[in-house]
């Protein structure tokens, strides 16, 4: 069986840069070690898909997000296997159908200070009574509450850990929110 290491390169990336472009993928040369040749992005997860490898992390376990940046890939969960991708998008999915909304409002309308992610996450598991590590309660989590966030329910009261690109590509670990009607 042949080798199929993906790598990407960065190219020379202007001040200027398109933040979103450049953390999805761009600004990048892909190569493969069998040789075949990936002129963009699509066609660098495609080959990853052929092979059956994770289209997020190209099969590296690890996802670039600036040029000295990296984490885990959250895709596959380390793994860089496709499989694992799939399986985790339907634990996604699974996620999304068991925590709604409503739940996450049950969960924080007794809170009147800041809570945290990791808190809420934590509490939602408890109260649908969900095991750990079967399903990405916390991803789901906090989607729910930056909705809640733009939607002007919630306020963000804590600052990014880390600015990866000026403010414009931000890593928050674990942020706090509040209600908007707290104070
Ligand atoms: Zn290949
Ligand atoms: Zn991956």
Redesign the pocket.
């Known amino acids: 069986m042949r080798n199929h290491t993906i790598t990407a390169l960065w190219e020379e990336i202007p001040d200027d840069a398109d933040d979103l472009v450049l953390v999805s993928g761009g600004f990048r040369i892909y190569v493969c070690l069998c040789g075949k040749q990936l002129p963009d992005r699509t066609a660098a997860e495609l080959h990853a898909m052929e092979t059956g490898q994770?289209t997020?992390?190209l099969g590296t376990?690890v996802?670039h997000i600036v040029p000295d940046y990296a984490q885990d890939?959250t895709?596959?969960a380390?793994?860089?296997r496709r499989g694992t991708?799939l399986r985790w998008q339907l634990a996604h999915a699974e996620a999304e159908a068991a925590i709604t909304v409503e739940t996450v409002r049950a969960v924080i309308a007794p809170l009147s200070g800041p809570f945290r992610l990791s808190e809420v996450a934590d509490a939602v598991r408890d109260a649908l009574g969900l095991p750990v590590g079967r399903m990405p309660v916390g991803p789901r989590v906090r989607d729910i509450l930056r909705r809640l966030e733009t939607e002007g329910e919630l306020i963000l009261v804590s600052a990014p850990d880390r600015m990866l690109r000026g403010t414009g590509v931000v890593l928050y670990r674990d942020p706090s929110w509040e209600h908007a009607t707290a104070g």
């Open positions: 994770c997020t992390c376990k996802e890939c895709a596959c380390g793994t860089g991708q």
